[in-house]
């Protein structure tokens, strides 16, 4: 029984992320972002219900995001409701598609720091 | 990104699939060879399809209680109000509803050898089986109503194999040699003409959903390509037993009977594991061009 717990979670771990219809997104996965960053941007290719967002920095704080809303759309705009000081992002996403497919990501930022006058 | 809430719904999602075939399949052994086992044997068949069809039930309703989890990506949105709903309205929500029905009806119905318990059962495995299009990447199709008889046969020929294989394992070893032999044998002449539909109807399938070579190369071809090579495995194994074991088991053979209790046992864990992946399959994958795609009608809105 061990060993096939041990085989379905390998099984499940090894798996890459799986139906991700991410079109866009803003920021863009691993663009360098000169100013304050507001808002997260996800575009979708059909209609999703976005059920979960949460963005959290290089040390693994979370900030704090507005919640997602409960609607089915192809375009999802969420202020971001702390200051974010310069440095790596990381948004990760999850929503749910046709059929209730659960699909799921993650975008990468950075927010460049001041240059000096 | 997986979750504890992605490995445990997926999980329970492929105990359904094996619970479910296992319940289905066993029925339909008790309901052909009935006679053929013996009244003794016959009730251990039916107690097996109950238990399996019980299992199936409870898993059932534990992995649709707990899919608004994985929607969500936490175990606290088990119980939030819109993703219930979303799940109920969508493909998935009917599918659960119409094979808890099924199940039921099948459970229930195993009590006693009626010709009114008979019908019944038939039913509920009818109803437990056609509950997988209701949902799934067959039911968001274009071509749904091309996709969904193949589906349905595919299923069927599957459920037959896998749920003879425990009352075929049991009967090796008990009873005079000859009714063990007879009714291997039964068994076989039945599935050589059944188990092809497993194969013709996949690829009937794999060849609307899988557009071109280069799409066998993706996660979904993969996992096509291994359930095929799985089953050209459980091929072999078939035949070892129809054209080795057998003979020998109606000599009165023990080492054939050993041998082939072996290669239905592991018959059994591969088919098991195939509906397994199966379930992962399905619920990580799409077919390259249902990838991102949402068939129309499918979502909070939808209703089927």
């Known amino acids: 029984m061990r060993y096939l717990l041990a085989a379905w979670l390998l099984a499940l771990s090894s798996l890459a992320a799986a139906h991700t219809p991410l079109e866009s997104s803003a920021p863009a996965e691993n663009a360098t972002v000169p100013g304050p960053v507001k808002q997260l941007l996800l575009a979708f290719g059909g209609d999703v219900r976005l059920t979960a967002v949460v963005l959290i920095d290089a040390q693994g704080a979370t900030k704090k995001t507005a919640p997602v809303p409960a609607a089915v759309a192809k375009q999802f705009t969420l202020a971001v409701e702390e200051d974010l000081r310069p440095g790596a992002y990381t948004v990760t996403w999850r929503a749910v598609g046709a059929d209730t497919h659960v699909v799921s990501g993650e975008i990468h930022f950075t927010i460049a720091a001041a240059q000096p006058l | ?304």
């Open chain 2, 1 to 304: 990104m997986f979750l504890a809430a992605d490995v445990t719904v997926i999980g329970l999602r492929a105990l359904t699939f094996v619970a479910v075939f296992l319940a289905v399949g066993t029925w339909i052994f008790a309901a052909l060879w009935e006679r053929e086992l013996g009244a003794a044997a016959a009730e251990r068949v039916r107690a097996l399809a109950r238990a399996a069809a019980v299992v199936a039930l409870i898993v059932t309703v534990v992995h649709y209680v707990l899919t608004p989890a994985r929607m969500a990506g936490a175990f606290g949105s088990a119980f939030d109000p819109s993703l219930e709903a979303l799940l109920l309205q969508s493909g998935s929500g009917s599918a659960n509803i119409v094979r808890v029905v099924g199940l039921a009806v099948l459970a229930l119905s195993l009590d006693r050898a009626t010709r009114l318990n008979a019908i019944a059962a038939g039913a509920g495995a009818a109803l437990a089986l056609a509950s997988f299009a209701f949902g799934g990447h067959t039911a968001i199709h274009p071509l749904r109503v091309v996709l969904a008889p193949l589906l349905l046969v595919h299923l069927a020929a599957a459920a037959f194999w896998f749920g003879a294989l425990w009352p075929l394992y049991a009967a090796a070893g008990e009873g005079p040699a000859a009714r063990s032999a007879a009714l291997l044998e039964r068994f076989s002449r039945l599935a050589v003409r059944v188990v092809p539909f497993v194969l013709v109807c996949g690829l009937g399938m794999a060849m609307v959903f899988v557009r071109s070579v280069a799409e066998l190369g993706t996660a979904y071809g993969t996992f096509l390509l291994a359930k095929t090579a799985g089953f050209g495995v459980l091929l072999a194994l078939a035949a070892l037993n129809k054209r080795r074991f057998t003979p020998g088991v109606r000599a009165g053979d023990m080492g054939a009977v050993r041998g082939l209790r072996r290669t239905i046992v592991a018959e059994w864990w591969l088919i098991a594991a195939i509906l397994a992946a199966t379930a992962v399959m399905t619920s990580l994958y799409a077919p390259e061009h249902l990838e991102g795609a949402f068939g129309a009608g499918h979502g909070a809105e939808a209703s089927h």
